[in-house]
């Protein structure tokens, strides 16, 4: 009877430690609570976009945050315990006073739930991106970025004794800007109100400074900048350049560019309409300067002349060669490892696309769509690069030439419809090439599954974007702007979460069908 009794113990305690090691696999412990940063977000049964969705939640709710896995937080929302998306949440956390300042040395680094690479991703920082700094532990350094506090990599930063103090500038200091489109804020913080947008070459007096924040002068009034998208200067003369003006970015540097295609025009000056100086072969290397949208180089007889920077490749490398190059990340099904995208919001700037009964604007809708998009791709593993990431003109070519030059492995151009028939409804999705059929179809089915929107199937369509395109592409249309109950249901956020549910959904099941290829 003893020795039952010792063997039904062990088994109890075995069985314990099985429970505690299940509860605890697979999910990196966090604390504290999170504050929803999005219109709506789904609460989900487990850490993926493909897990049943049990209940959902509002911009503003805060949850408790029981652990994390991957990209995704396990939380108890009061009424329930799911998944959600690290991603479209903030801390609750307030930052410590007095506390230093670090500054992002790179691009797009991630600010994790807790100090590892394992932990969820709570946002993105970019260079020049403040924080404030709680003290650093094995590598990782906490900080708070707009109100989320979370964990970043020490080595991609550098650091500060105190914040940065508001000056006054010199007379005469200027700010030329360095980058293709950049946005104007009335305060210097990346979630104050967009002012304007500037152009790649304008210059601009300088107010003030603080921290890594300019303030300048456009037409008049005020507005701030990151210094580190732009050339400062002392004692120059501001151009008060109108917006779509080219000129040399002071302190640019030579670069090896590469021409794509043959036949490619060199033009006398910076411009379409400008006399074609000379042709170029695919491959032919010239050195130039940027100036705006184009390069100008010199050509062997010692002229000078222009040419498109979407027709070329920059770096010594034409795009044959970078594909030779191109190292693929290991996959397992459901990630998008080693994949790159080209995510397409159609229309921008002065090309305002569609416009709906209610007076809806197809470029207003298409750029939030897409970076939703692009966030859950990201989430996945997937190399996402936007066409536009402003309200900016980008031509047709142009696009394409990104997808190109970046051998993206598919390219998804985002639109939305109209007709002249009121009654017209659904979404469609559009491809061009027999290669480009499966994704297409991938696409809509998930689509389909994901919004209560009529299925107008996958069609053929002779757009320039897929025509052009050397990379697989798709287009998709996600419903009609002309039809006045479908512009209202486009139109609500929680649309645009279901819609980009579906499209990331097909393009994880068309690159998980090719792992066994």
Sequence with gaps: M????????????????????????????????????????????????????????????????????????????????????AYLTKSSAAPASGSATVISQVDRLNVRAQPGTSAAVLLKMNRGDQAISHGSSGGWTEVTVNGTRGWVASEYITASSARPAEKKAQENDTFTVSVSALNVRKKPDLNADKATVIRQGETYPITETSGNWVNISVDGKEGWVYS????????????????????????????????????????????????VVDRAAAGEKFS???????????????????????????????????????????????????????IDPGHGGYDGGTTGVRGTNEKDLTLPTAELLASKLRAAGADVILTRETDEYIGLRKRVSISNQADADAFISLHYDATTD????????????????????HVNTALGEAVKLKDRGVQKGNYLVLRENQRPAVLVELGFLSNLSEERRVKNPDYR?????????????????QLGD
């Design 228 to 275: 580190f998208h732009g050339v400062r200067s002392s004692g120059g003369n501001a151009t008060g350049s109108q917006p779509g003006a080219s000129k040399s970015v002071e302190g640019a540097k030579a670069a090896t560019v590469t021409i794509l295609y043959d036949g490619t025009n060199l033009r006398s000056s910076a411009s379409t309409s400008s006399e």
């Design 497 to 513: 979460e279901q819609a980009t549910d579906g499209v990331y959904k097909g393009i994880i099941e068309y690159f998980d069908s």
């Design 288 to 342: 130039g300067e940027p100036e705006g949208d184009w390069y100008r180089i010199s050509l062997k007889n010692g002229q000078e002349a222009y040419v498109a920077n979407w027709v070329v490749s920059v770096g010594g490398e034409a795009a044959e060669q970078q594909k030779d190059k191109k190292k693929k990340a290991d996959r397992s099904p459901g990630t998008l490892n080693g994949v790159t995208l080209v």
């Design 422 to 441: 009121h009654s017209v409804r659904g979404f469609t999705t559009y491809y061009q090439k027999a290669i480009e059929e499966p994704l297409a179809e």
């Design 2 to 85: 003893r020795n039952k009794r010792k063997i039904a113990l062990s088994i109890l305690l075995v069985c314990g430690l099985l429970l505690s090691f299940q509860a605890t696999t697979g999910t990196a412990r966090a604390s504290g609570t999170v504050t929803v940063d999005t219109e709506s977000i789904n609460v989900r049964s487990g850490p993926g976009l493909t897990h049943s969705v049990n209940g959902s939640l509002k911009r503003g709710d805060t949850v408790t945050v029981l652990g994390s896995e991957g990209d995704w937080l396990y939380v108890d929302t009061g009424s329930g315990k799911g998944y959600i998306a």
